[in-house]
């Protein structure tokens, strides 16, 4: 039986940012998929601030704020003066907690999807370019050019832009 997703992944996927090497969410995005005001997550969080320790969520830093901004154009922004809280996909397995209802429990099921198939994509990227080491120390220069060309094709070309801060 095929599963019903609630939610595109494209969508969620677009809205994962790696910061501090963690792939993280930011909570505006995250209120925008749930249906709330980014200011009810923000105080449902504050009101269990023990459910989020610093591995799960935490707020960026001012360094980290203003690249943030000056990434996000001020419409799509919104130009908040706070600074949004991140969160983990251990935080946003948490929120489904905090936020109790239908629609939060879906699409954090939408958003652990999201987290295991970029999981998924890294561990086979991975597990093909030792694949293609092998190959290149067994059959060392003969197929050099062929080896370079696919070596070229699996270098990723992800944005950039996903990156806030140090």
Known sequence: MATKHFLPAEIIEKRIYILRNQKVMLDFHLAGL???????LKEQVKRNLKRFPDDFMFELTNEEFQNLRSQFATSSWGGSRYKPFVFTEQGIAMLSSVLNSDTAIQVNIEIMRAFVKLRELMLTHKDLARKL???EKKYDSQFKTVFD????L???T???KH???F
């Open 34 to 40: 749930y249906h709330i005001p980014t200011k009810r």
């Open 133 to 135: 080491e092998s190959l």
């Open 149 to 152: 060309a696919i070596k070229q």
């Open 154 to 156: 699996m270098t990723p």
């Open 158 to 160: 992800i944005k950039e």
């Open 163 to 165: 990156k806030i801060g």
